[in-house]
């Protein structure tokens, strides 16, 4: 259990990357990662669009106003809504596609590769802009984009663990 959490607590947001390319096999390897999620229902409404290309990157970046980081990659997890549950039980496609996010942050972090989650939804006017910058079909929602490189910077591992906000058997 030990090496589990710290591998958990090693993985930081890094925000400065290398030139060095993410190989095709490496983000293969993060997508594996992400469908071994677990899925409401089993449902499993994610799609991933991986983008490499200098044009696309750059796209992408462009309504990302708090997250224009210059990564060899991103990994752009999105919701299909013809996948997704139907209502009152639709948004669970929100929790599948965010723990498919969170694996990819901790297998990229595994493999040596740096991350950082740039969140898109549940902002509208963001979602609205990124979904046009990569030009996706309307029943496909970002949630999220993760850039992926080589780090140019290293964080020490945290511990964050606060004891006065867990509750035993009672709040």
């Known amino acids: 259990m030990g090496e589990i959490l ?25 997508l594996r990662a992400a469908m ?12 991933y669009l991986v983008v490499t ?8 970046r462009r309504p990302l106003v708090l997250g224009r980081y210059v990564a060899p990659a ?3 997890i999105c919701g299909n809504m013809l996948r997704a549950l139907p209502p009152p039980a639709r948004d669970f496609w929100v929790v599948d596609c965010s723990a498919a996010t969170q694996n990819i942050l901790l297998a990229a972090s595994g493999m040596g590769l740096a991350t950082v989650w740039i ?26 984009v993760v850039w992926v490189g080589h780090p140019a910077e290293e964080k020490p591992p945290l511990n964050r663990f606060d004891g006065a906000r867990v509750h035993w058997e009672s709040f």
């Open 53 to 60: 290309e200098a044009e696309r990157l750059a796209a992408l």
């Open 119 to 144: 969140g898109v939804y549940p902002l509208r006017p963001l979602m609205t802009l990124v979904a046009r910058a990569l030009r996706l079909p309307r029943h496909i929602r970002p949630l999220a």
């Open 74 to 76: 991103a990994i752009v």
């Open 6 to 30: 710290d591998h958990i607590e090693a993985r930081r947001s890094i925000r400065r990357y290398t030139e060095e390319p993410v190989s095709r096999v490496q983000l293969e390897s993060l």
């Open 36 to 47: 071994a999620a677990p899925s409401a229902s089993n449902r499993r409404p994610w799609e």
